[in-house]
């Protein structure tokens, strides 16, 4: 069984409210480096936004949030499976609620520790003990982290829904060559040209991802560095595919693209962890 006492005493908080409102749906963050917006449902990092820069994620109105629901944007947390493996689809850990344990802030940003625990609703999905963190650090870069202590193996994906100005501009390097495409049924694939330009639907498993993935467009540069991951997802439903979902408009698949940490050809273990860090770079 796991226990939850492992790391209550492991770093010490120091709560400051002074940057942090809570709200009826989660936290807003204002920061002299950022503003932010995080819902409780999942402990999910829907907005950030450079002060001077452009939003970092793309986000679904929040007007079509329903509790108990995935809502479409930011950076929602797959647990503790990745896809269509259980239901519900992705997981539960998205759509339900996480206990905000500390947050501390200082001038270089404000860091929160989010948790959640196996209780009779998520025993009821998935019958294992767990005790989850997910760690932000927000400055400026943008750092997620997962520790997982399960009593199964489990996957994991960090879904970023990252903005672009247009996707027709934006290129991504760092994918490695090998890749799992979700529509041709889950064929194992081999690329053969990069840097990849998204041009039409694309849902690929990629299993062989460097350290770092990058994002150019014209004017900006995302740089996405994952740690302790196996694979990198991208997905973008396109026309065709937004057009089958009630959250995106018209237009939306024009301006984003899902990269996405992940663990799913190489599950995490019981006591496991799974980080991302994002750093932005305009030129003007
Ligand atoms: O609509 P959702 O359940 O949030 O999933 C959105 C997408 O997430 C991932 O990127 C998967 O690879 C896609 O197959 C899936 O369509």
Same mark, same amino acid.
């Given at each position: 069984?796991?226990? %939850?006492?492992?790391?209550?005493?492991?770093? !010490?908080?120091?709560?400051? %409210?002074?940057?942090?409102?809570?709200?009826?749906?989660?936290?807003?963050?204002?920061? +002299?480096?950022?503003?932010?917006?995080? &819902?409780?449902?999942?402990?999910?990092?829907?907005?950030?936004?450079?002060?001077?820069? @452009?939003?970092?994620?793309? *986000?679904?109105?929040?007007?079509?949030?329903?509790?108990?629901?995935?809502?479409?944007?930011?950076?929602?947390? *797959?647990?503790?499976?990745? =896809?269509?493996?259980?239901?519900?689809?992705? =997981?539960?850990?998205?759509?339900?609620?996480?206990?905000?344990?500390?947050?501390?802030? $200082?001038?270089?940003?404000?860091?929160?520790?989010?948790? &959640? #625990?196996?209780?009779?609703?998520?025993?009821?999905?998935?019958?294992?003990?767990?005790?989850?963190?997910?760690?932000?650090? &927000?400055?400026?870069?943008?750092?997620?982290?997962?520790?997982?202590?399960?009593?199964?193996?489990?996957?994991?994906?960090?879904?970023?829904?990252?903005?672009?100005?247009?996707?027709?501009?934006? $290129?991504?390097? =760092?994918?490695?060559?090998?890749?799992?495409d979700a529509l041709?049924? =889950? /064929?194992? *694939?081999?690329?053969?040209?990069?840097?990849?330009?998204v041009n039409r639907a694309i849902d690929r498993?990629?299993?062989? +991802?460097?350290?770092?993935?990058?994002?150019?467009?014209? @004017? !900006?540069?995302? %740089?996405?560095?994952?740690? $302790?991951?196996?694979?990198?997802?991208v997905w973008n439903p396109w026309l065709e595919g937004s057009?089958k979902? #009630?959250?995106? $408009?018209?237009?939306?698949y024009? /301006?984003?693209?899902?990269?996405? #940490?992940?663990?799913?050809?190489?599950?995490?273990?019981?006591?496991?962890?799974?980080?991302?860090?994002?750093?932005?770079? *305009?030129? #003007?």
């Open positions: 069984m796991v226990g %939850t006492y492992w790391y209550k005493n492991s770093w !010490r908080a120091s709560i400051n %409210t002074h940057y942090l409102t809570t709200t009826a749906l989660g936290f807003e963050l204002h920061h +002299p480096l950022f503003d932010a917006t995080i &819902l409780k449902q999942g402990a999910q990092l829907i907005h950030f936004q450079p002060k001077e820069g @452009e939003p970092l994620f793309w *986000c679904a109105d929040l007007s079509t949030f329903e509790k108990g629901k995935a809502f479409r944007g930011g950076i929602p947390l *797959c647990w503790p499976w990745f =896809g269509k493996a259980g239901i519900p689809s992705h =997981g539960f850990a998205r759509i339900v609620e996480w206990t905000l344990l500390s947050h501390v802030a $200082n001038e270089e940003g404000i860091k929160l520790v989010f948790e &959640l #625990s196996d209780s009779m609703t998520t025993r009821a999905i998935w019958p294992y003990a767990f005790n989850a963190h997910l760690t932000m650090v &927000l400055g400026k870069e943008v750092a997620l982290s997962l520790h997982v202590k399960a009593d199964k193996e489990s996957t994991a994906a960090l879904h970023s829904y990252f903005t672009c100005k247009q996707i027709d501009d934006v $290129n991504v390097t =760092g994918l490695g060559l090998t890749y799992i041709l049924g =889950g /064929k194992p *694939c081999e690329e053969v040209k990069t840097p990849l330009h498993i990629y299993t062989r +991802p460097d350290a770092k993935t990058i994002l150019q467009e014209k @004017e !900006r540069t995302i %740089t996405i560095t994952h740690e $302790n991951h196996s694979d990198v997802v057009e979902l #009630s959250d995106m $408009n018209e237009n939306d024009t /301006k984003m693209l899902c990269i996405e #940490s992940a663990r799913i050809t190489k599950p995490l273990k019981c006591d496991d962890r799974l980080h991302v860090t994002i750093h932005v770079e *305009c030129r #003007s």
